[in-house]
């Protein structure tokens, strides 16, 4: 599920290794990032991070049958998987090495939460881009604290709630992404954003990332367990179980308006 791989310069390459299905994040996916996380910010021979994706898609954002198996089960069930993806998202944030974003492929959902827990992202220009969570019935809540501490309130509140597709140009606009590049253009790109971290000091950027999260938004345990909280409420409603069955079923959910005005 997880590729990691570190280069004799320092520079390691994490990526979502379930291409099939377009790196929806299943508890595997999951589990796999956090341990990852964890062993980068343990060698501190490690100096850069490049996140990515293989296959066509960067992240679909949550495997669906996951979060229906989560919608199913118990209280403690939930909390858990809650936990897991607030922790994963969390651990990769707080990573002491700068973090590349390397958008090779459509980012919906939490893949934009992916992307919005790297310090910079670069992205192919043909990549869309969209939360689109209120299409199933579900919000961006484990996602929404870094959402929203990369975009500001005011560009967020143009993508979150409508759940609508945008292109690689908004992503920009929005701050998602740094740049978009043409696909040939993209290994270069992301090179040119790893290149002067390797003329640094290892630890004074780690003091200098620490610094410019204290400064940015909070993003604290309160913030969290509250997002934890808004997901799982959420999992319980009568919205999210027609949005997921209706996914499943191939047909618009009940609160779909069809026919034009």
């Given at each position: 599920?997880?590729?990691?791989s570190?280069?004799?310069?320092?520079?390691?390459?994490?990526?979502?290794?379930r291409?099939?299905?377009?790196n929806?994040l299943s508890?595997?996916l999951?589990?796999?990032l956090?341990?990852a996380?964890?062993?980068?910010?343990?060698?501190?021979?490690?100096?850069?991070?490049?996140?990515?994706?293989?296959?066509?898609?960067f992240?679909?954002?949550?495997?669906?049958?996951?979060?229906q198996d989560?919608?199913?089960?118990?209280?403690?069930?939930?909390?858990?998987?809650?936990?897991?993806?607030?922790?994963?998202l969390?651990?990769?944030?707080t990573?002491p090495?700068p973090?590349?974003?390397?958008?090779q492929?459509?980012?919906?959902g939490g893949?934009?939460?992916m992307?919005?827990v790297?310090?910079?992202?670069?992205?192919?220009?043909?990549?869309?881009?969209?939360?689109?969570?209120?299409?199933?019935?579900l919000?961006?809540?484990?996602i929404?604290?870094?959402?929203?501490?990369?975009?500001?309130e005011?560009?967020?509140?143009?993508v979150f709630?409508?759940?609508?597709?945008?292109?690689?140009?908004?992503a920009v606009?929005l701050?998602?992404?740094?740049?978009?590049?043409p696909e040939?253009?993209?290994?270069?790109a992301?090179?040119?954003?790893?290149?002067?971290?390797?003329?640094?000091a290892p630890?004074?950027?780690?003091?200098a990332k620490?610094?410019?999260?204290s400064?940015?938004?909070?993003?604290?345990?309160?913030?969290i367990?509250?997002s934890?909280?808004?997901?799982?409420t959420q999992?319980?409603?009568?919205?999210?179980?027609e949005?997921i069955s209706?996914?499943?079923e191939r047909r618009?959910?009940d609160?779909?308006?069809?026919?034009?005005?």
């Amino acid at each position: 599920m997880i590729d990691l791989s570190v280069d004799d310069r320092g520079v390691a390459t994490l990526a979502l290794a379930r291409p099939e299905k377009h790196n929806a994040l299943s508890q595997a996916l999951i589990d796999g990032l956090s341990t990852a996380a964890a062993d980068i910010a343990a060698n501190r021979a490690i100096r850069v991070v490049v996140l990515t994706g293989q296959g066509p898609s960067f992240c679909a954002g949550g495997d669906l049958g996951w979060m229906q198996d989560q919608m199913a089960g118990d209280a403690a069930m939930k909390r858990a998987a809650a936990q897991s993806i607030a922790q994963m998202l969390g651990a990769i944030n707080t990573l002491p090495q700068p973090v590349i974003g390397r958008v090779q492929g459509n980012a919906f959902g939490g893949g934009i939460g992916m992307a919005c827990v790297c310090d910079v992202a670069v992205a192919v220009d043909h990549a869309k881009f969209g939360l689109t969570e209120t299409k199933l019935g579900l919000i961006p809540a484990t996602i929404g604290p870094y959402v929203l501490a990369r975009m500001g309130e005011a560009h967020a509140r143009r993508v979150f709630m409508s759940g609508r597709l945008f292109d690689a140009a908004e992503a920009v606009q929005l701050g998602v992404v740094a740049k978009a590049v043409p696909e040939a253009e993209l290994d270069a790109a992301v090179a040119a954003e790893v290149a002067p971290y390797l003329q640094c000091a290892p630890d004074a950027v780690a003091a200098a990332k620490a610094f410019a999260r204290s400064l940015g938004p909070t993003i604290d345990e309160s913030v969290i367990a509250r997002s934890i909280d808004a997901l799982i409420t959420q999992w319980e409603s009568r919205s999210a179980k027609e949005g997921i069955s209706a996914f499943f079923e191939r047909r618009k959910p009940d609160w779909a308006v069809t026919r034009a005005p």
